[in-house]
Every structure is written in C-alpha cells, then in structure tokens.
C-alpha cells in the first residue's frame, strides 16, 4: 500500500473528527508544530520507531513534539494519537501531518508564503512583498507569510508561495555559473 495514500487517508479522518469537535484550528495548529518538531530533531522519527518504547510513552512523545511547553493538545488530536499508535502507523505520522495541513489549506483557501533571506530585513519591507503576493495570487484567500533568515544563501532571496518557487540566491546563481564553467 502506498504511505501517501495512506497518510491522505488517516488525515481526511482527523480533519473530519476535528472538525465534528469544532477544533480544527486548535488541530492545525498542532500538526504545524509536529512538521516543525520533526525537522528540527533528528532523532524525534527513530525515537519513536524504537521497539522498546511502550504506546503511552509513544504517544506521549507525540503529543509533545505537537504543541508548546505548557499547552494542551486538542482532545480531537489526542485520540487521533492514540488511534495512530494503536494501529501501528507512528511511521507515517510526518505525511499524515503534511496531509492534514495541505487539506484544511484548501478547506480554508488558504496560501502560506515564505521569504528566505541571508539577513534581517524590515517589516515594511516585508509588509510590501506580503503584498505583492496577495495580489498575485488575487481572490480572496487566508495568506500566511513568514520571513525565514538563512546566511548559507549568500545574498538575494527566495521567495515561495503556494506551488511558486523564485530562487534569486547568490548560491543558486554561483551554482548556475559553476555548472556552465566546467
């Protein structure tokens, strides 16, 4: 069986049950802060898939990795869990959450955006691209827009919203250059 398949699966179940609950938002939320945990720790994934660890340690360490120091998981998420664990399925937990999140995207009509710059710009700036975006994309739509700094890009920017990628890096145009030298 294919895992995207599966995973699509699992999150049309969680948006559904979520929404049932009147906490998708709350849901969103946490499905934001899990892609965001798993990126940023190594080591969360094989955690996880340790054969050792029992189901309530496992969905502990989910339901942690899901929201902020201090904050309660939403009930919706934390039966969703427990149905995830008990059915043996914490290894497709990151596509399930990237599943959830590109399908209450599109329920809301909503488009994020990001902007990747090798130093801190200004808000008006910022302010102005945001803008840009929205009128480019045109019909009345939820935008989320973060500005992202990353010095290993050089100079320039990359700008990245709904299915658009502009690559103005000095890194990528380096690498351009590098490629039609040799």
């Known amino acids: ?26 849901v969103y939320q946490a499905m934001l802060t899990l892609v965001n945990s798993y990126q940023k720790v190594a080591q969360l994934h094989p955690t996880l898939l340790n054969p050792v660890l029992t ?53 809301q009509k909503m488009v994020s955006g990001r ?15 945001r803008k840009i975006i929205e009128q480019k994309v045109g019909s009345p739509i ?3 827009f973060e500005v992202e700094e990353n010095p290993d890009i050089l100079g320039g920017f990359i700008l990245e919203y709904d299915t658009y990628r502009l690559d103005a890096s000095l890194r990528t145009q380096f690498n351009h250059l590098r490629r039609e030298l040799r």
């Not at 039966?79 to 599943?99: C, D, K, N, T």
């Not at 902007?115 to 691209?129: E, G, Q």
């Open 142 to 144: 939820n935008f989320e």
């Open 115 to 129: 902007l990747i710059v090798p130093a801190a710009i200004s808000a008006d700036t910022a302010d102005h691209l």
């Open 55 to 107: 189901s309530e340690k496992r969905e502990a360490i989910l339901l942690a990795a899901s929201v902020g120091k201090g904050e309660k998981a939403p009930v919706s998420l934390s039966r969703f869990v427990q149905l995830v664990v008990s059915h043996r399925r914490v290894e497709i937990m990151p596509f399930i959450a990237q599943s959830f999140i590109q399908i209450y995207r599109k329920g």
């Open 1 to 26: 069986m294919d895992i995207g398949i599966i995973a699509k699966r699992y999150a049309k179940s969680l948006f559904a049950f979520a929404t049932e609950n009147h906490d998708e938002q709350a």
